[in-house]
């Protein structure tokens, strides 16, 4: 029996999911990722890649940006826009539910181990619920920075972290959220992290004033001096959150 043209809501949540996980930019039919998404919902990749579409007109950071999507959409697109934009959380661990049931797998088989480190002692559904959450998490920044380092560009994904602005322990609301994350190169990341450089609520960088006497060291300049004070390279989606970045700057930057 043919598949009915109405997506239903678990395949547009799914769709949803892979929206937040792609570069826009990057999205077509013959993108691998959407691809493979297709085939796993049953879908053909052209109807993913234009319920993908259907998400961008309805994101007004695109919208900022003078990208604007397609100009149809469903109201069903709507209700999964409405009901899980905001809510990371559930989007994150719902939908990678979805995609494991629409292979007749288990949600623990989506995880990459690569992504974190978790507290021994866990619960086995908490452990496999923190990796898939982490794991969206960073797929989402790293697709929102087209996988480039906010601060130097780098595009290496096996240098690329999403960093928490507010870190993971301190704010469990927004652990998810991804105007929470920027996309760091591995040093970078770990510079952000202890304070030695922060990101001012109008996206510039600042360099902790640790480094003043280092300016004859080639390797200091060339990895934080000669960043100070120049714009991020800004994310297509989920633009920092300038009160995360403020709290950043006032509790963990090093001044």
């Given at each position: ?28 039919k013959s993108n691998p990722i959407i691809i493979k998404y297709a085939n796993i919902i049953g879908r053909s990749p052209s109807a993913l890649n234009m ?188 633009l920092p959150s300038k009160d995360f970045l403020d709290w950043h700057y006032n509790n963990i930057f090093k001044k």
């Amino acid at each position: 029996m043919p598949k009915s043209n109405n997506w239903t809501k678990e395949e547009t949540i799914i769709a949803f999911n892979i929206y937040c996980k792609i570069p826009f930019k990057s999205s077509s039919k013959s993108n691998p990722i959407i691809i493979k998404y297709a085939n796993i919902i049953g879908r053909s990749p052209s109807a993913l890649n234009m319920k993908i579409g259907n998400f961008g007109r309805l994101d007004p950071a695109l919208r900022k940006q003078g990208i604007v999507g397609l100009g149809n959409g469903s109201k069903m697109d709507e209700k999964v826009w409405n009901e899980f934009n905001g809510n990371w959380e559930k989007l994150a661990y719902y939908s990678e539910q979805l995609i494991a049931e629409f292979q007749h797998k288990n949600v623990e088989d989506q995880i990459d181990s690569e992504f974190s480190e978790f507290n021994i002692g866990l619960e086995k559904e908490s452990l496999v619920r923190q990796r898939v959450n982490q794991s969206f998490f960073r797929s989402t920044i790293l697709a929102s920075y087209n996988l480039k380092c906010c601060v130097t560009g780098l595009s290496v994904s096996d240098f690329s972290v999403a960093s928490h602005i507010i870190p993971w322990k301190t704010d469990v609301k927004n652990r998810l959220n991804p105007h929470n994350g920027l996309c760091l190169n591995s040093i970078h990341d770990r510079a952000f992290d202890k304070g030695f450089i922060t990101v001012t609520p109008d996206y510039k960088i600042k360099v902790s004033k640790y480094f003043d006497g280092f300016e004859n060291d080639n390797s200091v300049s060339d990895l934080f001096l000669k960043y100070d004070n120049k714009s991020i390279i800004l994310p297509d989606r989920f633009l920092p959150s300038k009160d995360f970045l403020d709290w950043h700057y006032n509790n963990i930057f090093k001044k």
